[in-house]
């Protein structure tokens, strides 16, 4: 993609988690009250996984899997907050600058519009982008698949990079 004379680049990205009893609902790095939580290696925010990837894949560096893999005890119980911030550090996004991330987030329950603003907060605090270009979506599948029956939690993003 070409704008301005400058290089563009987007991507997308997808993760998905089960949701199981005896764990904390984190999504954007946001502990949200509900009876489950998201399974996981990490704290499992399958929203700030899916953002990594998408990032990591603009840059075509494959997965987050290759940068914190779950055979690693160092990344048990991971923040993923912290994770995104060290993929912002990663020495082959020097050249791009991240415009903007499109975030949507796949649950049938629970209701996550009352802390869409906290997410984008905290995701605009990591990568440095103003609150405007930070964009969090919630959906339902009207009770379809396994997050309509409330097994699980998918999320889907899409980044544009731009060349500095």
Avoid at 54 to 77: H, M, T, V, W
Avoid at 107 to 126: D, I, S, T
């Amino acid at each position: 993609i070409r704008r301005q004379s400058q290089m563009c680049i987007r991507d997308r990205g997808y993760d998905v988690h089960r949701l199981v009893p005896g764990r904390e609902l984190i999504l954007c790095g946001v502990h949200i009250p509900h009876p489950t939580g998201l399974l996981g290696h990490s704290d499992a925010d399958v929203a700030c996984h899916a953002l990594m990837d998408a990032i990591a894949g603009a840059l075509a560096l494959g997965d987050i899997g290759q940068f914190f893999p779950d055979s690693d005890p160092a990344y048990r119980n991971a923040d993923s907050l912290k994770l995104l911030a060290r993929v912002m550090e990663l020495p082959e996004l020097g050249n791009w600058q991240l415009v903007n991330c499109d975030l949507t987030i796949v649950a049938q329950k629970p209701k996550l519009m009352p802390h869409r603003l906290e997410m984008r907060r905290n995701l605009a605090a990591v990568l440095d982008l103003p609150l405007d270009r930070i964009s969090v979506k919630a959906t339902t599948t009207e009770g379809l698949g396994f997050e309509g029956r409330e097994e699980g939690i998918s999320a889907a993003c899409v980044v544009l990079l731009e060349s500095r």
